[in-house]
């Protein structure tokens, strides 16, 4: 019997030698841009394009499709959901089809659905003028500017009274924002809920803690969040909500929550597993690698969710480097030995130079800790992470780049149906 064959969007290699040990057949559609020769090895086909061009992606999908058929199609990154929903519909494969991963690819989509439900409520408006903007914020005091698509808090700013209306607007001007989106300011405690889905049924796997410094680029994460039980009850039926009246069907879902005096309202969610070595958080904490779950659904047809079972703590923090010049780069070696560490990521050079973090991607770098609580894990990792040193000097202020040049940098496109 043939092993099952799989589609798989933007898979590196960390994540394909895990389909690659359940013996699954992959086929790996990459853009040549992001391309690690390193996955090769996971892979029987190995297609470098644009996959975020739909009429290429779908006839080459659809052509692999009737030589060899894939059982299902899997991705763990933002750019690769809609694609995968969209070829879950065209190809009649199971899994999200089109309607479910645009409705949470776009936030303003999002919104409006669960407002339309009464899903905790949040006030929206799609892309408005100034004169707009500056009556919402007066109606609500503050109010939060993003794009419609995205990740990574990518063009995302705060607006906290009407004094920075003007500014705001200038600097949606400049940044090349586009179509964006405005809604009131939530307050409260910032979390993420950890979810596998199968077959419409949701399991919620972990409530993942936020330290975001009243900043909108997460500092560091948690895993459990330090919360009570009535309030993780709260939390984690509010999401299992959330993904019903989306229609999740299958799969990780990464669910940001804020937890508000009025209860949890949603900030944003994804058909995917959570970024900032948020999978690698749970699996120390649970002992459940969210990467393999969709891998094993494919490969085992008895597969069943498995329970959470709480064995620790475990962090991650990134680092806070200034920008400039770097001038100097030490602590590293004994940061890696402490107690506890189980990651330790630098991406920084003495000569090099630190731009202003615009989103999650420009940081440069981090410390993951595992304890056996969240509190000593917290506590563990951001020491750690002070005791790495990254000195700078400013340099000459350079224009900061677009969003459309970030972007580009990324070899990532918001919208293929645009």
């Given at each position: 019997m043939a092993h099952p064959h799989i589609l798989v969007l933007a898979g590196n290699a960390r994540i394909l030698e895990k389909a690659a040990n359940l013996g699954l057949r992959v086929t790996n559609f990459e853009k040549p841009g992001t391309f690690d020769p390193q996955v090769a090895q996971y892979c029987s086909q190995l297609h470098l394009f644009d996959f975020q061009n739909i009429r290429l992606v779908t006839e080459l999908a659809r052509a692999l499709?009737?030589?060899?058929?894939?059982?299902?199609?899997?991705?763990h990154s933002e750019i690769g959901q809609v694609i995968s929903g969209h070829?879950?519909?065209?190809?009649?494969?199971?899994?999200?089809?089109?309607?479910?991963?645009?409705?949470?690819?776009?936030k303003l989509a999002l919104r409006e659905r669960l407002n339309d439900k009464g899903l905790g409520p949040v006030p929206a408006?799609?892309?408005?003028?100034?004169?707009?903007?500056?009556?919402?914020?007066?109606?609500?005091?503050?109010?939060?500017?993003?794009?419609l698509m995205g990740s990574g808090s990518l063009g995302v700013r705060k607006i906290h009274s009407i004094d920075e209306v003007s500014?705001?607007?200038?600097?949606?001007?400049?940044?090349?924002?586009?179509?964006?989106?405005?809604?009131?300011?939530?307050?409260?405690?910032?979390?993420?809920?950890e979810t596998f889905s199968l077959a419409g049924r949701h399991t919620v796997l972990a409530v993942t803690g936020k330290d975001t410094r009243d900043g909108l680029i997460e500092q560091g994460h948690v895993v459990p969040a330090p919360l009570g039980e009535r309030d993780t009850a709260s939390v984690s039926e509010f999401t299992c909500e959330v993904l019903d009246a989306v229609g999740l069907v299958d799969g990780v879902a990464h669910t940001e929550i804020?937890?508000?005096?009025?209860?949890?309202?949603?900030?944003?969610?994804?058909?995917?597993?959570?970024?900032?070595?948020?999978?690698?958080?749970?699996?120390l904490a649970t002992g459940i690698d969210l990467e393999a779950l969709p891998f094993r659904v494919a490969a085992d047809p008895d597969f069943t969710v498995p329970v959470p079972r709480l064995r620790g703590g475990?962090?991650?923090?990134?680092?806070?480097?200034?920008?400039?010049?770097?001038?100097?780069?030490?602590?590293?070696?004994?940061?890696r030995a402490a107690e506890g560490v189980v990651e330790l990521s630098v991406r920084a050079e003495v000569g090099g130079v630190v731009r202003p973090v615009q989103w999650s991607d420009d940081r440069r770098g981090h410390v993951l800790v595992q304890a056996p609580t969240g509190e000593e894990a917290v506590r563990r990792v951001q020491e750690i992470a002070e005791s790495v040193v990254i000195r700078t000097t400013p340099v000459a202020d350079e224009p900061a780049p677009t969003m459309g040049e970030v972007l580009a940098e990324a070899h990532e496109a918001l919208d293929p149906f645009s």
């Open positions: 499709h009737s030589v060899d058929p894939f059982s299902r199609i899997i991705t070829l879950n519909t065209t190809l009649g494969l199971p899994g999200n089809g089109l309607e479910v991963t645009r409705t949470l690819h776009n408006a799609p892309r408005t003028t100034r004169e707009e903007l500056r009556a919402f914020v007066a109606e609500h005091g503050s109010a939060v500017v993003k794009p500014e705001i607007w200038e600097w949606i001007d400049s940044y090349g924002v586009g179509e964006f989106m405005i809604e009131a300011l939530l307050t409260g405690e910032e979390l993420s809920v804020m937890l508000t005096a009025q209860g949890p309202r949603v900030i944003e969610s994804h058909s995917r597993a959570g970024g900032d070595r948020i999978s690698k958080l749970v699996e475990a962090a991650v923090q990134f680092l806070d480097v200034a920008p400039g010049r770097i001038t100097e780069v030490s602590g590293v070696d004994s940061a």
